[in-house]
């Protein structure tokens, strides 16, 4: 560990880190868990309600 830093400096900047990715990951494992149409529409807006 790096020893510059203070630890809650360190553990707020793992637990961003790890925010980000999964952030960025979150859309592909739809994709991929989840039926293709499904995750594929499931930001999109209309009139139409989702199941």
């Not at 830093?5 to 991929?32: E, K, N, S, V, Y």
Request: hydrophobic share 45%; with cysteine; charged share 15%.
């Amino acid at each position: 560990m790096m020893t510059d830093r203070p630890a809650p400096a360190q553990a707020l900047a793992l637990t961003g880190a790890l925010l980000a990715t999964w952030d960025a990951l979150h859309p592909l494992f739809d994709q991929w868990f989840q039926d293709g149409r499904d995750a594929a529409n499931k930001g999109t807006c209309g009139h139409h309600l989702v199941y």
